[in-house]
């Protein structure tokens, strides 16, 4: 149990253009999800927590126009990148916690998507 | 002062070998302590999850928490070459939210 996924698992585009990532709980209702940035070599860096049907909330530094969070339901929540520029390029990685048999209160994290702008 | 301090390494012990990773932090609530490893390019995935001090043990895997000392340890026996990866502490106050990551220990465990 507690799986979570994340698609696509690798993305290339454009300077200027939109990026959508999906994070999806698998196999449990996952009352919170979070993102997660990280850089080479670096540790995680938390960008938002979202609860479902509420609006996220970022963390200091984050700007909430240009990464826009939309957690519709217990087992999807996804991020996009507007306008992305190269210095958006990173590794983003969403994490769930929630209800499921089997599951307890940690986070579990999806597998990552390589944003690459060029 | 980082709320969590961790060595980033990197570590290479030869195969057979017993890995000691440690981290040390600051603020004295957190109560749960984690244990994630990172392969290249992956998603982390919990190993250990411990709630306030004591060992706890899973496999190869020893957990250990010292709140007196600020410091946790994760032991790892017989490493092996697939145990080569990136290992995170993380640490929290109340459970799964508001998680503090260490800046994880790269681990390279040779054959």
């Known amino acids: 149990g507690a799986v979570v996924s994340q698609h696509p698992s690798w993305v290339i585009c454009k300077s200027g253009t939109s990026v959508k990532i999906e994070c999806r709980s698998l196999?449990?209702?996952?009352?919170?999800m979070f993102w997660y940035r990280q850089f080479p070599k670096q540790s995680l860096m938390l960008m938002a927590t979202?609860?479902?049907?509420?609006?996220?909330?970022?963390e200091q530094g984050v700007e909430k126009d240009k990464f826009l969070i939309n957690h519709a339901s217990l087992t999807l929540s996804t991020l996009t990148v507007t306008s992305a520029h190269p210095e958006d390029s990173s590794f983003y990685i969403c994490?769930?916690?929630?209800?499921?048999?089997?599951?307890?209160?940690?986070?579990?994290f999806g597998p990552g998507t390589r944003l690459t702008v060029t | 002062q980082k709320e969590v301090e961790q060595d980033p390494g990197p570590l290479s012990v030869p195969e057979g070998a017993i890995v000691s990773l440690n981290c040390t932090y600051s603020?004295?609530?957190?109560?749960?302590f984690m244990w994630y490893r990172q392969y290249s390019r992956k998603g982390p995935e919990l190993l250990m999850y411990?709630?306030?001090?004591g060992n706890k043990e899973d496999g190869r895997f020893t957990a250990q928490v010292d709140k007196s000392s600020k410091y946790i340890s994760l032991f790892i026996r017989d490493s092996q070459p697939s145990d080569s990866a990136t290992y995170l502490c993380?640490?929290?106050?109340?459970?799964?939210?508001?998680?503090?990551f260490g800046t994880g220990t790269r681990l390279t465990v040779i054959p």
């Open positions: 411990t709630y306030s001090s």
């Open positions: 993380a640490m929290s106050v109340g459970g799964a939210n508001n998680l503090f």
């Open positions: 196999d449990f209702q996952a009352t919170t």
């Open positions: 979202s609860n479902e049907g509420s609006k996220a909330t970022y």
């Open positions: 603020n004295s609530a957190f109560q749960y």
């Open positions: 994490s769930a916690s929630g209800l499921g048999q089997g599951v307890t209160y940690e986070q579990y």
